[in-house]
């Protein structure tokens, strides 16, 4: 749509109309300053003084039409166009999901089937990140190391696609969780301050790595960064035989001590999540204990508008000088019919 950035200025419209009651210099005054129109014009300039009052009153519509687009271009018109939605800097949010070989463990039900861990965790997770406009997200898939598979970015849509790429062993087979807390770590405190939370899901304890879980807490808690850990696993496993699917309770070497330690230290809190509808609880609770910003910021681009009656405003000037100077009148090939007495 079209507006006015400065509307006030539309006052100054009826400024010419009012100078007609102003009152006329004053010989006495001393301040006007009076030209003899008749002295060394000629008989031309007097003839064009001398216009009839039909061409007078087309010259005041036309001045006043140049000063009405005048005052419209101080006015400054501009289109403003359809807002267009800004991110918003929330949380600058991190996952860690653990790759190591367990998660490849057919344990979870999905769709009426069992699948892996993994593959229960990229649904679901795929659909947390989806939900999360205006944060910065980022991935570290870890098992005997950690990598950065994507930075902390607005674009969510690219981080739940990675993650759904996300494959076991991808880091290797065994689990380092420290080493996974330190990189986010440092990924987390180069971004200035605020709402640094790291989400950290894995199915067993620590056997890899370089740091200890607790030490890369203790600095997290010092970078400021909260950590929300996800305990899975631990529960029946399925196994396929010749009568079907039969679920055995099975053996793990799941560490849910040391998560909740973890959380404790940096201010987050532990989950456990023993099938898929307690995982998409957890992230459902996530979503509530750290929201995402709702205000929707949108920017709404401009173009200034007020050349084009500025441009109209000089062309009807040039358009009076012409007509005033007799010009026109001068041109070769008209004849004296022509010219207006």
Not at 302 to 320: E, G, K, N
């Amino acid at each position: 749509m079209i507006t006015l950035a400065w509307p006030w200025v539309l006052l100054a419209l009826p400024l010419p109309v009012l100078t007609r009651w102003l009152p006329p210099a004053r010989d006495e005054d001393g301040a006007a300053l009076r030209f003899p129109i008749h002295v060394g014009l000629g008989t031309e300039a007097v003839g064009r003084r001398l216009r009839p009052s039909g061409w007078r009153r087309r010259r005041l519509l036309i001045g006043l039409l140049a000063w009405g687009l005048l005052v419209l271009a101080a006015a400054r018109p501009q289109w403003i166009g359809e807002p267009i939605p800004l991110p918003l800097a929330g949380r600058d949010l991190m996952l860690a999901i653990d790759v190591s070989g367990s998660m490849e463990q057919e344990d979870y039900e999905l769709d009426g089937r069992a699948v892996s861990r993994l593959a229960v965790v990229r649904t679901v997770a795929s659909a947390f990140v989806e939900r999360r406009a205006g944060d910065r997200l980022g991935l570290i898939l870890f098992g005997t190391r950690a990598y950065l598979q994507t930075p902390l970015t607005f674009d969510g849509a690219t981080v739940a696609a990675m993650l759904r790429d996300s494959v076991v062993g991808l880091a290797g087979r065994e689990t380092a969780i420290g080493d996974a807390i330190g990189l986010a770590v440092k990924r987390l405190r180069e971004q200035p301050e605020g709402q640094r939370v790291l989400i950290l899901l894995t199915d067993g304890d620590n056997t890899a790595g370089a740091l200890d879980p607790l030490e890369a807490a203790e600095l997290a808690a010092q970078a400021g960064v909260r950590i929300y850990t996800i305990g899975i696993g631990g529960g029946e496993l399925g196994v396929r035989s010749l009568f079907g699917m039969r679920l055995l309770r099975q053996a793990s070497d799941f560490d849910p001590a040391t998560l909740e330690r973890i959380a404790e230290i940096t201010g987050g809190r532990y989950f456990a999540a023993g099938s898929r509808q307690e995982l998409e609880a957890v992230y459902a609770e996530l979503d509530r204990l750290e929201p995402s910003e709702r205000e929707q910021r949108t920017y709404r681009p401009q173009r200034a508008l007020f050349v084009w009656p500025a441009a109209l405003a000089l062309i009807l000037s040039i358009l009076l000088i012409v007509l005033d100077t007799g010009i026109l009148e001068r041109l070769p090939g008209r004849s004296s019919a022509d010219r207006t007495p």
